[in-house]
């Protein structure tokens, strides 16, 4: 095999995706260019990388938001290609943009690509446009109140008020009448300007108990595009996911289903050239109707899941992508998966209200099953701040059904102890022993029907494994 001449790539992210990108690279015999701020000098994704620049900034909007100080590091230290990670720049057609004029390769699809799926309105319209089924509601975003009622009456409440440029579960909010329409179509607005510069919004049917169903794209800049399944991701609190597995329980052994759903994401992802990895998400239906939600152009944080079901590292497929490489994908058919695996998001948040809990780790260990994978940024010393999000993890199981994977992360989520931060381990290990959740029978309603926050054992602080680790420190240093 030729490998090709060793890139400069630039990792501009933080947190546990730094560090597997960081390790993509490796893999790949490039050079891993890692960044850090004043606020985390040591960050763990570092000792992954083999060189390190400085953001200078003391929050977000000077540091990993700050183009123009990025395309100076660029420029300044010969950066071949940049990796965007997740959030932060990921989904910014203007970034990709800029780089390309400098002749630097942005690890991501093309910026038009991005442009049309990164807006909700014209991403929906698109859709339409490639007879790919929508939820029901306003087509492009809403101009006023009154259309809003319009569009409400029309395809009937409970609908959802929804942010075209939303993210990361931001910007929504159901309602069941049209005084909730008027109550929140301002707050909605408001909102939406402050997180995300765009105050339109869309009117949609709010779809009941539905599973959140999303398939998972590579495609190269060769014209060749391949699925790799799908994920179920329908555990949410706050509209954000916390457990996504793969395959979906919901569509099960229903063969056709899965070909129609994965077909239908090809098909969407086609329409507008898309060359890289991304993720079609959909919103299912009791009636396994499904409909289109969004593409999300870039990697996604579960990720994992799909790798371990299909044994292709994404990561290292994007980039190989991205420097017009060979993905060694011979085609769709060659793409197989076996297995079940389950993902569980590690957040620094109270349990119990499931808000963020910012702090300081004191310490970490872990005893797990044999195969865990745990992506992490996990380090004595780590502050959670306000500023990031609150997820400093993901442990990922696999196992040869779902039964043994669900057994495996049980077994993981005991086996991780974190000291000094207020994390949701505890509702994890509830969620994972739920009746409704082993048999598959789940939606994204899951956490308000079954409330799992409310049967936290509080009796149990220190499981017995590391009562035992801990007596056996005690014992080395004499106590
Ligand atoms: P995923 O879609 O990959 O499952 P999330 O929705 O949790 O995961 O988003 C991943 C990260 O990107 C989170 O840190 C989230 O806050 C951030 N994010 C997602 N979309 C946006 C957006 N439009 N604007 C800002 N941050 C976003
Ligand atoms: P984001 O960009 O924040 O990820 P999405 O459109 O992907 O926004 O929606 C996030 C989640 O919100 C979905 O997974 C689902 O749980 C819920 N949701 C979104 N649209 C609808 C809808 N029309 N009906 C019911 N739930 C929805
Ligand atoms: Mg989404």
Redesign the pocket.
């Known amino acids: 095999m030729k490998l090709s001449k060793k890139k400069r790539i630039l990792i501009i992210n933080r947190g546990e995706i730094a560090s597997r990108i960081a390790k993509a690279v490796r893999e790949l015999e490039h050079i891993a260019v890692g960044v850090w701020t004043d606020n985390e000098i040591n960050a763990p994704h570092l000792q992954f990388c083999h060189e390190w620049l400085k953001l200078e900034g003391s929050n977000n909007a000077e540091t990993y938001l700050n183009i123009s100080q990025i395309l100076n590091l660029v420029k300044k230290e010969k950066i071949d290609a940049v990796h965007p990670g997740y959030g932060f720049l990921a989904e910014n057609a203007e970034f990709a943009e800029e780089l390309e004029k400098i002749g630097t390769i942005f690890i991501g699809p093309n910026p038009t690509a991005i442009r049309m799926m990164g807006d909700?309105a014209i991403s929906k319209k698109k859709a339409l446009e490639s007879k790919v089924p929508v939820?029901p509601?306003s087509v492009g975003a809403v101009d006023d109140l009154e259309e809003a009622f319009r569009v409400s009456e029309e395809v009937g409440y409970p609908?959802?008020l929804?942010a075209v440029a939303?993210?990361?579960?931001?910007?929504?909010r159901?309602c069941f009448n049209k005084e909730d329409v008027e109550k929140n179509f301002d707050v909605v607005q408001r909102e939406s300007l402050a997180a995300f510069g765009n105050k339109d919004l869309l009117v949609?049917?709010?779809?009941?108990n539905?599973r959140?169903i999303e398939i998972q794209v590579l495609g190269d800049k060769k014209g060749n595009l391949y699925h790799f399944f799908e994920r179920e991701?329908?555990i949410?609190r706050r509209?954000?996911?916390i457990v996504e597995e793969a395959p979906s329980p919901f569509i099960g052994e229903d063969e056709k289903l899965r070909e129609k759903i994965c077909e239908t994401a090809i098909r969407l992802a086609k329409e507008v050239n898309y060359d890289s990895a991304g993720t079609v998400?959909f919103?299912m239906g009791e009636d396994k109707s499904f409909?289109f939600?969004?593409m999300?152009t870039r990697i996604q944080v579960e990720h994992p899941v799909t790798e371990e079901i299909t044994g292709i590292d994404l990561i290292v497929c994007m980039i190989q992508s991205a420097l017009e490489e060979d993905l060694g994908i011979p085609n769709q058919e060659w793409i197989r998966r076996s297995g079940h695996a389950i993902e569980c998001r590690i957040c620094a948040e109270d349990p119990v209200t499931m808000l963020p809990a910012p702090g300081k780790l004191t310490g970490f260990d872990t005893c797990f099953p044999q195969g865990t994978r745990f992506d992490n940024c996990l380090y004595p010393g780590l502050v959670v701040t306000p500023d990031f999000d609150p997820m400093v993890g993901k442990l990922i199981v696999e196992g040869i059904n779902r039964d043994v994977a669900m057994r495996k992360m049980r077994a993981a989520l005991e086996g991780l102890l974190i000291e000094g931060l207020k994390t949701n381990v505890p509702l994890l290990k509830v969620i994972l022993r739920n009746e409704a959740f082993s048999k598959g029978n789940y939606s994204?309603n899951f956490i308000e029907k079954e409330k799992p926050q409310n049967q936290i054992d509080k009796d149990i602080n220190i499981q017995d494994i590391f009562k035992k680790l801990a007596i056996i420190e005690a014992r080395k240093i004499g106590l």
């Open positions: 909700k939820v509601g609908i959802l929804k939303g993210g990361g579960g931001k910007g929504m159901a949609e049917k709010l779809i009941l539905p959140h991701c329908s949410q509209h954000q996911k998400e919103i409909y939600l969004e999300n994204t």
